[in-house]
């Protein structure tokens, strides 16, 4: 279905996975030029999915589905959002799947049929079809027997129509004014969308060579080929057509403006700043200036919801709240969206250091690391702190964060017992509260009872029983990097913050180090694999979706036995988000303002892991047992009883501890174990070094 798969790209970011490398975009310390003010209207819920927005008249024009099978196309007013269903005259069981608009005012639409066929047609001011192509014999088979093809138009200045087909690869038909066949191109990468440039040229958005990154190829409709030198990118979230600038780019974080042959674009507004949605962005400019920009927001229960939001020049006057992320997760950009929306007297100014979809090299992430700690040391402190990917306990321990129990105390409208207050309890340091999240993973191990029954006494002792006795392979997504991985995130024993001291040279460690390397990595790795084969498994658990995937493959089977360790199982959370409050903020309770959203049911409910408000829990899971959570494309066979809501809930209700993340350490730590793993350096040996580069590392942080 179109509407789901479009939500992958944004569903894929809780994989918490960065893909690409350095761009010719940056958000750290850049200013955009001109000031904005932005000014909302609701798009009517029924609304589940639109595929294009196009200007017109200072009319706002898009196509829109409703579930899975009624299709038309909307103009909205830019001055009131008034919006009205445009009568096109069409077979009932007719999809609009894209639109373009002519300089006569027609309207042109790829269409698809519930036979399968797709057709292009023409509709007259009346909205009267007064043509209609049939694309059978000029589609490839490919595209048309493919069920998960998707479609895009868009036309040139001249009137000359692109059609492209996302299957696999790119397939683009290139058809004239009057609708007749000229010729067809394709390309090896895969497409996020088709643009109208602002020289009037047909810009298609794909995928370089590495299928991670993102040109802007166009059509050279003379010599029926690419023009020679496409545009690169960088990261892409969304590519626009433009007007005063040739095209516009969305990163995630912020807009940018590609003047005419430039390979580089300059910052328009930081998207979190006006207050705007963050799935499923369109975005076009009126002649005046002005940005209209259609944006949804999702939830872990429904499909999207979305408003449209005009912008124009002007001057906020509210007080700003800093807030630095070295890269913040799409539920934060989202949340300070939403606050920057309708608070009315603070405004939050995020900066992130990168993109959320960025990937990065370990030199820049430590770089930026550093930048961030130089800062702080100077005082250069920003009043809310995303933690989300440093070590809190450095922070908390050299006194830069607020206690937030005392804010929770304090706010009339939070009250403890509607949340599981354990998870307050593992995210605390000293007693003490260092950061808010919104929901969060459990990493635990899952057992087939019928070949491993382990209730309170799951130590490594155990584990290093099963492998003995079930083999090297037998537990799966699990490996030597993967098990010390956690290990390492796990053990609060190795790293005294505090004092600044380490342990990976103590005999602890090593037995550690030792049990990693008997590990095997299994060949039932991955989403998709055969779990049956495997005795136990390795899952960072983040839905219910997971509990009734090994339910199905362990035949009702299943047990959550937790992690390994001397004194039996236990289970730790991974929270999505960590954010705090600067000690030395001006504007706390500004601050707290923000902070708390995090903690609102509503919030939580849209957040991409585990609530731990109850009622929000509550809604999610209803949701997932009723077959409308957002996790269902994944696990499209899963269906949630509520047996496995309970053990989902007894889980999340015995968490007593919280992952510790240090990147940069664990990389250090990772680097040197590879050595001992591949056999080259004595298990010894490793630990010595692991510990010499350790120690200086933290002194360093220190």
Not at 149 to 162: K, L, P, R, V, Y
Not at 192 to 198: A, D, E, F, H, V
Not at 234 to 257: E, M, P, R
Not at 469 to 487: A, V
Request: with cysteine.
């Amino acid at each position: 279905m179109k509407m789901l798969q479009r939500n992958i790209s944004m569903l894929c970011l809780i994989a918490m996975l960065f893909s690409m490398t350095a761009c010719g975009h940056n958000t750290k310390g850049e200013e955009a030029p001109v000031s904005y003010v932005a000014s909302f209207f609701d798009i009517p819920d029924t609304v589940t999915y639109i595929s294009r927005l196009l200007i017109s008249d200072n009319k706002a024009y898009v196509c829109c589905q409703e579930g899975n099978e009624v299709s038309y196309l909307a103009a909205i007013s830019i001055d009131d959002g008034d919006f009205q269903k445009l009568p096109l005259v069409m077979e009932d069981s007719t999809v609009l799947l894209d639109f373009g608009m002519d300089q006569h005012g027609s309207i042109w639409a790829v269409c698809k049929d519930n036979a399968g066929g797709y057709s292009l047609k023409k509709f007259d001011s009346s909205n009267t079809a007064v043509q209609s192509v049939d694309l059978s014999s000029v589609l490839d088979a490919t595209v048309t027997s493919s069920s998960g093809s998707e479609i895009f138009m868009s036309m040139d200045a001249d009137g000359n129509i692109c059609i492209a087909a996302k299957c696999g690869s790119i397939y683009a038909y290139l058809f004239d004014s009057n609708g007749e066949f000229l010729f067809d191109l394709n390309y090896d990468g895969n497409l996020m969308t088709t643009i109208t440039t602002g020289e009037g040229q047909i810009g298609v958005c794909a995928t370089t060579t590495d299928r991670a990154n993102y040109n802007l190829l166009t059509v050279d409709i003379d010599n029926k080929d690419w023009h020679k030198d496409p545009i690169y990118l960088g990261t892409t979230a969304g590519l626009f057509g433009g007007s005063t600038n040739n095209f516009y780019l969305f990163d995630s974080s912020s807009l940018y403006g590609y003047s005419a042959g430039a390979q580089e674009g300059k910052l328009i507004f930081n998207w979190s700043d006006m207050g705007l949605n963050t799935s499923d962005v369109h975005v076009c400019e009126l002649e005046d200036g002005r940005f209209v920009v259609l944006a949804a927001s999702s939830n872990q229960t429904s499909v999207l919801s979305y408003e449209i939001g005009v912008l124009s020049k002007g001057k906020d006057d509210r007080t700003e709240l800093s807030m630095v992320s070295l890269t913040a997760n799409p539920s934060v950009v989202q949340a300070v969206s939403d606050f920057n929306k309708t608070n009315k007297e603070y405004k939050i100014e995020l900066t992130e250091y990168f993109p959320y979809e960025q990937n990065v090299s370990d030199e820049e992430w430590d770089n930026a690391v550093l930048n961030l700690n130089t800062k702080i040391i100077s005082g250069d402190i920003p009043d809310i702190l995303d933690m989300s990917n440093l070590s809190v306990p450095i922070y908390h321990n050299k006194g830069l964060l607020e206690d937030l129990y005392t804010y929770i105390k304090n706010d009339s409208e939070i009250n403890m017992d509607d949340y599981f207050a354990n998870v307050f309890d593992a995210i605390s340091i000293d007693g003490k509260l260092p950061y808010i999240t919104n929901g969060v993973s459990i990493s635990t191990m899952l057992a087939n009872t019928s070949a491993l029954d382990e209730n309170g006494g799951w130590t490594l002792d155990s584990l290093e029983k099963v492998l003995e006795t079930s083999g090297l392979n037998s537990i799966s997504n699990l490996s030597s990097t993967s098990f010390l991985e956690i290990m390492l995130q796990t053990n609060d024993s190795l790293v005294d913050w505090t004092s600044g001291e380490c342990f990976f040279n103590s005999p602890e460690f090593i037995e550690l180090l030792k049990f990693a390397g008997k590990i095997q990595e299994s060949s039932q790795n991955g989403f998709g694999a055969d779990l049956s084969a495997a005795v136990a498994s390795y899952e960072a658990v983040y839905s219910a979706y997971q509990i009734a995937q090994y339910r199905d493959s362990y035949k009702g089977n299943v047990n959550v036995i937790g992690l390994p360790s001397s004194h039996g199982e236990y289970h730790a959370i991974k929270p999505e988000v960590k954010i705090g409050i600067s000690s030395s903020s001006k504007y706390k309770d500004g601050a707290w303002e923000f902070v708390r959203t995090f903690l609102m049911m509503e919030h939580q409910e849209s957040c991409y892991l585990l609530p731990f408000h109850k009622g929000a829990f509550d809604t999610v899971m209803q949701a997932a047992i009723n077959g409308n959570s957002m996790w269902t494309f994944l696990y499209e066979d899963g269906k949630i009883t509520q047996e496995d809501v309970e053990l989902m809930r007894t889980l999340l209700s015995s968490v007593s501890y919280a992952v510790n993340e240090s990147q940069s350490l664990e990389d250090i730590i990772l680097e040197e174990a590879s050595e001992f793993f591949a056999g080259t350096i004595s298990v010894q040996e490793a630990a010595e070094k692991i510990q010499s580069r350790a120690s200086l590392y933290i002194k360093e942080q220190m």
